[in-house]
């Protein structure tokens, strides 16, 4: 009596039915599905791109960057600074600015350049050194600026400058008045020795800039006091020599003058004269020695301030000071290979996830339980999640099946299930039992036949999961591998088989023999075939044989699995061995079936006669273990 598959769904087909109906949660479970899927995608790219930023910085040339530190004093007064606060330092930017593109300036660096002699070296304009394979390809695009500066001294000097310019970084601390001045090299101790002559290249000129200054303002006051000199004794001869030109003797008294006979009226007049004279002439006698004293107070004042000039001019001191000299740095500033691996890894995540983005958008595979429903050909009666396996299973399995790899671990955990009774793989198996083995009473045992539209090792994997679940539940199970061209069952459970059920139909075995007793509680299993088989029109030779021995295997267990070959892969095959099972379950593999590929297997299914049970989806987004 055949199962009601009106019956609404259950389990993991119930949830995969939910997230279609449920459009509020289809995004975010497409989300998790889509990152469950691609995450181990991602996670390689991202380690790639980590191993070649790892790589790179491995290749790529070390470059060290020394630096020092220089206070520059403001220019404001102490009282306006205190008084402006932050507004003052925001006033005295542009000061600041200005001493930075001093430091950069092609002076300075031809300073530089002339102390340590870089226009031999060959990092700042040299003739060109063995650099390795990875500087020259970056650096391919200046070998014409060298071949056409080689030779040419002005434009090898041009050529250090600016390459030495490129290599300064100046930045400043904050808001402070402290410049950060940092030279790049590849050798450690070159940066240093290049930052501490920049820096004195820098305080060197402010001095020499001082001292110039006073300088000129010393010739100036020197032709100044040439000028006043002269000015002064110009006006001190034209005193001598008013002096000179003029009688200064007091005229004689009248009486006296009457007692020797002179007349006293000729003597007034005279009198009256000189004195008329002497006032007009004294007047112009006070204003030329003013003159001459202003002229040799000016002569004197000028005098002074020459001395003091000259005297400052010996004690010039600078407005900057380096407070940090550079030292040797120890360790390179490029490349950081921790930086660099994380940069790598951040740009392989995101290409990987742009790629699997891309997989997505034109994968076309079946990839959840919900497409397989859509497609309205065959009603799924199972999930079975994918096989991740834990260190207890592989060291279990390692232990009791050595030969084993791990792309075959899988399939000896499917059979071993105890080992697995908390997963969700386990619980999906045994969900599996009740429509497979309770929907028929008959009195002999159930032959159950799984092909898949996928990979055969999926197939098989489901397949000794079946078996396992069963034989441990209590049940007489057998394991039968019918695929003869793959033989997955036979070569992974057992490799050493002597004989198989090729051998049994063929009479050069019985089936005592090749049937292989399973462990406690585990299946029996009746292989393939000893050796390498070419499947196709094998079992069609030997139809009623086969029948008879499938009749025998009934009668002795309660259920048999029965591991059928892919209908794409042996279609006559397929139709010899289809009509002989009293159920056939499809096996879809998510990732690997798509639509067209299930409707055309249904197809060749039900070409021989025989109507699917139903399909199992194994490795779905909808579930995990």
Known sequence: MMQDRSAPPTGHIARAHESVVNSDTVSSAV????LRRYIGTIVAVAFLGALVAMIYAWMATSIYSAKAQILIESRLPQALR??????????DSPAIESQIALLRSGKIASDVIAKLDLEKDAEFGGQSVNKGWLRSITAWRARPVVEKTSGNTIALHEAAVASLQSQIDIRRYGLSYVLDVAV???????????????????????????????????????????RLRTQMNKASRAV???????????????????????????????????????????????????????????????????????????????NARVITPASTP??????????????????????????????????????TAAEVELTDTIELIGNIPAIELTRPLVRHVMINRPHLTNQTMPMSVLKYTPLVAQSNVCRSLHELLKPLNLYRQTSSGTIIGLTAIGTSAARSMIAGGIAGAASHSGKRVLLVDLDLANRTISRLLKPDATGGIFEVLNNSSNIDDAVISGDWRAADILPASANTVKAGEQFANVDSTLSAVIAKLKNRYDLIIADLPNATDARNELMTLAP??????????????????????????RSAGVE??????????????
């Open 31 to 34: 989300i998790k599905r889509f």
């Open 82 to 91: 205190e008084q402006l606060g932050e507004a003052g330092i925001a006033l």
């Open 184 to 226: 790049s090299s590849r050798d450690p101790e070159k940066s240093a020795k290049i930052v501490n002559a920049l820096t004195d290249a820098y305080m060197a000129d402010q001095l020499n800039l001082k001292i110039d200054a006073a300088r000129q303002a010393s010739d100036w006051r020197e032709e100044q006091i040439v």
């Open 240 to 318: 001598q020599e008013y002096k000179a030109r003029r009688d200064y003797r007091l005229p004689p008294k009248i009486e006296e003058a009457s007692h020797q006979g002179v007349n006293p009226s000729i003597l007034q007049s005279d009198a009256g004269k000189e004195v008329g004279s002497g006032r007009r002439d004294a007047v112009s006698l006070e204003e030329l020695e003013v003159s001459a004293s202003a002229y040799r107070k000016i002569y004197e004042n000028n005098l002074q301030a020459h001395a003091d000039a000259v005297l400052r001019q010996t004690l010039q001191f600078t």
């Open 330 to 367: 120890l360790t390179p500033t490029f490349p950081r290979s921790r930086i660099l691996a994380i940069v790598g890894a951040l740009v392989g995540g995101m290409l990987g996830l742009g790629v699997c983005v891309i997989r997505h958008i034109f994968d076309e595979t079946i990839k």
């Open 580 to 605: 002989l099972m009293d159920e056939v379950v499809c096996i879809i593999e998510c990732g690997v079936a798509t639509p067209e590929s299930l409707k055309r297997s249904l197809k060749i299914v």
């Open 612 to 625: 699917p049970f139903g399909a199992i989806i194994y490795a779905s987004d909808d579930v995990s273990i």
